[in-house]
């Protein structure tokens, strides 16, 4: 049933699901997905203004605001890949122009809301990016959403990343109170997951999906700050709320004045029969909006000397065998990682960090690391038949270094005029030149003097909601500086297109889905030990593209075989970070690495395509066995981990027309791997814990194909 009968209606879609746009002159649109919208369908878009809240109910919620229900349709344009409404609210000439687009052939739209103020200011604070209602009925749960729908989103621990977990939405504190019945709306309740700050991803991913008895709606949030995502019971419904910062959570507000216009944050979502095909078009997605670079295609392997090996305290004297090493096993990268710029190796800095945290920002190498000149370290990278690389943290400005007297005090964040100030550091605005132009000037410096093709960009702090510097709210300064942010690693990919740019924050503190766009490599976690590390490589392809994720891998001296292999093939599925001191390790030791190394090169191409799926669901922290698999179209690589445990053996279904088991890495190794065409599924055992093993599994091919 339409909102009034006779109300026209617009159909639009990718192909694998179809949105249905309720509209008509002078009335409200209405949206919904694979059905016609009824009474209770929300508004297209969410729209708070000052003095102007909710009109019909009341609470946390950010539906039914009294701006909302007065948008009254205007037009729209449409054809296969886009559709934009027009609506205008006529109290206060506020409009809207919302936004959908498809992405290419694949079952995933894209969509945000521009915001335009009238002839009047206009005080915004909220603005959706997407809401739907009748998300129960889509979802084949009508009525019984209570249990039969699960909502799954990710705890994003430091050093323990992407932790999903599904649990019905009555276990998530949704519950049907049963008042719809007596004609009231629902519970007023909500299930709310938000993101406050600088680090868009420090406590949860900004995606999630709700899972039903026929298929699952899944989607992500594009943005690199604040965020949030609201699911709530209304009329007996379910809707899905998606947005970027607002007033209540996030310090987020802004005035509009006369003719100005707001773009909120674009968000992504897709509709698919189970978890794994929701995923698999994400990452699609994910590929299609990515900025090109050749990085992503020929995934080379870095070797970058932190984690368990320099822990940020490199010298010539230290780092030259290591080069040397990294070469000896295949790398193509050698990335010098933190202190390379501070003569501070003593002491303690604070909070337990080194001496050099709170002095950071001048970016020129210590004379006493480097007696010959950082020139010697990366000719030696060079010579060696690696290209060199550097870490860097360029956001930020430590309390005690030159650069927080010499730039102006705008080029930083501040509240109420006072700079502010987070674990010894402080924030640049890159809404500021002077910010700007000191990062340009230290990337073309670095670059051009030492001949770099890899910057590791690191951000380890967290700024909070933001900056009042301008004439709106905290969160909106830092809106604007995080898509200042984007824009300068444009500019830098601009200036030096060979240029490899790694994301990091902390490890997986922005993995976000719109940093994920501008940077060809992404840092997923600072896990240092082996067997928690594979939890994580195994599970990251949820959010990260195997091509972006680098995975570290640290083999050192005292290790079985085993215990190599095991370190070694959580790397094999995603990007090698190579680390560990590798020059301590036996010869036969090395020429393990090499044989991984060695064998990855042989398929690595391969994931840029790759399709990951989860054979014995999504890894658990503790689980003992873990497993992942990419299929690459011809064929499925799969790696296995047994971490702990005293089961030797584990069943494994594996894709339907698989034709056999090759061994990838460890070539020869304890245990086997047999397949099982009557059961369709991979008998595998590995005789001790840990162990890991990286497997082919051909696709068999007809005749006539």
């Known amino acids: 049933m339409t909102e009034e009968t006779g109300t026209p209606i617009t159909s639009w ?34 729209v708070e203004l000052t003095g102007q809240g909710r ?31 027009r609506t205008h609210d006529p109290e206060t000439g506020l409009r809207a122009a919302t936004h959908f687009r498809r992405t290419g052939a694949l079952p995933v ?31 084949g749960a009508p009525g019984r959403w209570e249990q039969d729908v699960r909502l799954w989103t990710a705890d994003n621990p430091w050093s323990g990343e992407y932790r999903w977990q599904g649990v019905p939405l009555g276990a998530a504190g949704l519950l049907d109170t049963g008042m719809t019945r007596f004609g009231q709306t629902g519970s007023k309740n909500r299930v709310a997951r938000t993101s406050t700050g600088s680090w868009p991803s420090s406590e949860q991913l900004p995606m999630g999906w709700l899972e039903g008895p026929d298929t699952v709606l899944a989607w992500q949030i594009e943005h690199n700050g604040s965020w949030h995502t609201e699911i709530a019971d209304r009329f007996d419904e379910i809707y899905l709320l998606l947005s970027g910062p607002g007033r209540r959570e996030h310090q987020w507000s802004l005035r509009l004045a006369p003719g100005e216009s707001f773009t909120t ?70 990335c ?19 001496g050099w945290w709170d002095a950071v920002g001048a970016w020129r190498p210590a004379p006493s690391r480097f007696p010959g000149g950082l020139a010697e370290v990366t000719d030696a990278i060079k010579a060696a038949g690696m290209v060199p690389g550097l870490w860097l943290e360029p956001e930020v400005v430590g309390v005690r270094s030159p650069l927080a007297s010499s730039l102006p005090d705008a080029a930083f964040f501040r509240r109420g005029g006072t700079r502010l100030t987070e674990w010894g550091r402080h924030q640049l605005d890159l809404r500021h030149p002077a910010a700007v132009a000191h990062l340009d000037d230290t990337v073309d410096r ?4 030492f001949g770099l093709g890899y910057l590791k960009l690191d951000y380890n702090i967290d700024i909070g909601a933001g900056t009042d510097s301008g004439p709106h709210g905290p969160g909106h300064g830092l809106l604007e500086h995080n898509r200042a942010y984007l824009r300068w690693l444009d500019s830098v990919h601009d200036r030096h297109p060979g240029l490899v740019l790694e994301g990091c924050a902390a490890g997986g503190m922005r993995i976000d889905h719109a940093t994920l766009a501008h940077v060809p490599v992404q840092s997923l976690s600072d896990q240092q030990d082996e067997l928690l590390i594979a939890a994580i490589a195994a599970a990251a392809p949820t959010a ?45 030791q090395l020429a393990l690495v090499a044989e991984a190394i060695t064998a990855y090169g042989g398929y690595r191409r391969d994931l840029a395509r790759a399709l990951p799926s989860w054979p014995l669901g999504l890894p658990g922290w503790r689980d003992d066995w873990l497993a992942l698999a990419l299929d690459t179209g011809s064929e499925t690589l799969l790696a296995v981990w047994r971490r702990t445990g005293s089961d030797a053996v584990r069943e494994i279904p594996v894709p339907a027309g698989t034709s056999g088991v090759v061994p990838v890495f460890p070539r020869a190794a304890p245990g086997e791997a047999v397949l099982d065409p009557g059961t369709g599924r991979l ?20 005749p006539l194909s």
Not at 56 to 82: C, F, I, P, Q
Not at 277 to 285: K, V
Not at 298 to 323: A, I, Q, S
């Open 13 to 46: 879609g990718p192909g694998a699901f179809t949105l249905h746009l309720a509209h008509g002159a002078d009335r409200v649109p209405r949206l919904a997905v694979n059905a016609t919208p009824g009474r209770a369908a929300l508004p297209l878009v969410e």
């Open 55 to 85: 009109s019909g109910t009341s609470g946390k919620r950010h539906v039914d605001g009294a701006v909302s229900r007065r948008l009254r349709y205007e037009g729209h344009d449409a054809d296969g890949e886009r559709l934009t409404v």
């Open 109 to 139: 739209v894209r969509t945000w809301t521009e915001l335009t103020a009238g002839d009047r200011a206009a005080e915004v604070e909220n603005v959706s990016s997407f809401v739907l209602s009748g998300v129960a009925a889509l979802l």
């Open 265 to 334: 944050v674009p968000v992504a979502f897709t509709l698919a029969p189970d978890r794994d095909a929701a995923l698999a078009a994400l990452t699609g997605h994910r590929r299609a909006v990515r900025r090109p670079h050749p990085d992503t295609t020929t995934l080379p392997v870095v070797f970058n000397d932190f984690m368990n090996c320099l822990m940020g305290d490199p010298t010539t004297e230290k780092l030259l065998p290591v080069v040397a090493a990294a070469a000896a096993a295949g790398c193509e990268y050698f």
């Open 336 to 354: 010098v990682d933190a202190g390379w710029y501070d003569d501070e190796r003593a002491g303690e800095g604070p909070g337990g960090v080194p």
């Open 446 to 449: 670095l670059v051009g003097e």
């Open 544 to 588: 990260v593209p195997p091509e972006q994720g680098a995975v570290w891998a640290y083999p050192y001296a005292g290790q079985s075989d085993e215990e190599i292999a095991f370190t070694m093939v959580s790397a094999l599925l995603g990007r090698v970070h190579l680390s560990g001191r590798i020059d301590l390790l036996a010869p036969d």
């Open 683 to 702: 008998r595998i055992t590995l005789p001790s814990a840990p162990s890991a093993r990286l497997l082919r599994l051909p696709r068999a091919v007809s």
